[in-house]
């Protein structure tokens, strides 16, 4: 019988993605299928978060649950990886000792050797090195499952945000190679991938030297805004998505592909945090909200009916009921859509754990539900006035309720659930959209695009 493994995942899209991996080199490595129990697997992987206290806290949890299946199976191994193990490291070993391996997000590529060492040794192993740009080179060539996919176009992050844990869980940054970065898309597009979403915690820093092609010879540097050029050109990517960008670098060449690039899709998630300057001069976010506006208003006109989404913090250390008024104004006149509200938790090791953090739990949550309420108003008059419209959408799979039904995503990131027939997944399909529910909308195919590769 084949032996079997089982990856739980937390926090973000990074991790996502790198899970993904990890399916993929243990299958190819130690020949381990996917399950989707842990009580029935021989490797259990946690792929763990700790942008938040309560997501570190779920992991030890859920830890603590898995850990009596040692004893109905001796042989099972237990690996943790991710953000939690990057940052505790050992201390995750003597916090629960029937933990084998340890992992960073940049030594998963040495999981099968890990596990290989923990059972040769019968000592618990702890890898959470930063081997420079070791992790890109040693991947196995990506599975393709469904017409989207990630591509990561770089690893960690060098902002340092004050209240933020990722540049010392995932390291500084690093951008993947130019090349690489191609060839996984054309590769991806070869297997019929449509779509493919740029991944990085600030895809917008990306830049990485590549051979000129001027008569001077040398090498040069192409930023971001080539790069979707290039990935655009690519044939068989016909929507392009990049998550997440930050303020900082997001320059005049990358409002300007929205215009050029008619692949890339009418959706930026453009983190802004708060409303207010001085907030963010503490968040150390390197931006003003003056900044923000002009980068949305110069986004807007560049695309017009671009959809922006953003991500807040509520209750940062010292933030005043001014202060929040002034984000909740920010969200409303910038007409946030579909947009993540979370309430400051204080990480060890940051700037921010040392400021004073003196506003009360119950005020903090108030401003969360005053914040989530308004921009959940926005995002569904944003839906309800999608109504009549017809959507270009690409269709995933089959929807998660409506039995027979299938399930796309719209440009502006909504999943639109219609009747349709199962060879239409991995296809774009024009949709009417009849009906705004609570998490999807309702609509008809009106069309289907030709597709080139049938033909
Ligand atoms: N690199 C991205 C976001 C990465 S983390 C950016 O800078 O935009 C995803 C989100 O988690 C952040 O945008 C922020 O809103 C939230 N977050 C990060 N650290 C947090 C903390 N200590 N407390 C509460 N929310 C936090
Ligand atoms: Fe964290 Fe800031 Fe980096 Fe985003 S930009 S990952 S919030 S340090
Ligand atoms: Fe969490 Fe690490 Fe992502 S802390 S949000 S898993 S980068």
């Known amino acids: 019988m084949a032996r079997k493994v089982y990856i739980r995942t937390f926090g973000c899209q990074m991790n996502e993605y790198d899970s993904a991996k990890i399916a993929d080199l243990l299958g190819a490595a130690e020949h381990l299928e996917p399950v989707a129990t842990p009580e029935e697997a021989d490797v259990i992987v946690f792929n763990t978060c700790s942008v938040r206290e309560k997501a570190q806290e779920k992991v030890f949890a859920d830890l603590g649950r898995i850990a009596p299946l040692k004893r109905t199976n001796p042989n099972l191994m237990i690996a943790i990886g ?31 050797e890990l596990l290989a060492q923990r059972r040769a040794s019968g000592l618990a192993q702890v890898d959470i090195s930063f081997p420079e740009i070791e992790k ?6 990506p599975r393709v499952t469904r017409a989207t996919a990630f591509v990561s176009i770089m690893e960690g992050c060098s902002k340092y945000c004050s209240y933020c844990v990722v540049p010392y ?16 898309v054309a590769a991806l597009a070869a297997r019929g991938v449509k779509e ?7 895809v917008n820093a990306w ?13 040069v540097e192409a930023d971001f805004a080539e790069l979707l050029a290039c ?44 409303g207010s300057d001085r907030v963010l001069a503490t968040m150390k976010r390197g931006y003003t909200v003056l900044e923000y506006r002009s980068i949305a208003r ?9 959809s922006l989404s953003s991500d807040f913090i509520v209750g940062f250390p010292g933030e005043t009921e001014a202060d929040f008024e002034a984000t909740l104004r920010l969200a409303e006149e910038l007409n946030f859509d579909q947009s993540y509200c979370f309430v400051y938790s204080r990480r060890p090791g940051t700037a921010a754990a040392e400021f004073a953090d003196d506003t009360p739990q119950a005020v903090k949550l108030d401003r969360l539900y005053r914040l989530q309420g308004r921009i959940d108003a926005q995002a569904r008059a944003i839906s309800e006035a999608m109504i009549g419209s017809a959507q270009r959408a690409l269709v995933e799979g089959v ?28 296809q774009f399909v024009e949709l009417r959209i009849d009906a705004v529910l609570a998490h999807t909308l309702r609509g008809e195919a009106i069309a289907r695009e030709p597709d080139a590769r049938a033909a």
């Open 196 to 202: 493919v979403n740029l991944l990085g915690q600030n």
């Open 207 to 219: 830049r990485a030297p590549i051979e000129s092609v001027s008569a001077a010879g040398g090498r």
């Open 136 to 141: 890109f080179d040693r991947m196995p060539a």
């Open 82 to 112: 991710g953000c939690v193990a990057s940052q505790e490291g050992r201390a995750i070993v003597a916090r629960a000792p029937y933990v084998d391996v340890v992992f960073g997000p940049q030594t998963l590529h040495r999981l099968p």
């Open 298 to 306: 110069r986004l807007r006109a560049a695309r017009p009916g671009i």
């Open 399 to 426: 929807a998660r309720r409506h039995s027979g039904d299938l399930a796309a995503r719209t440009e502006n990131n909504r999943i639109v659930n219609f009747p349709g027939e199962a060879r239409l997944i991995g």
């Open 231 to 274: 990935v655009s050109e690519i044939d068989g990517i016909e929507r392009i998505r990049y998550t997440t960008s930050h303020p900082r670098e997001f320059t005049q060449r990358l409002v300007d592909a929205h215009t050029s690039l008619p692949k890339l899709a009418a959706h930026v998630h453009l983190p802004v945090q708060s």
């Open 169 to 184: 869980t995932r390291g500084d940054e690093i951008y993947r190679p130019f090349d690489d970065v191609i060839a996984e």
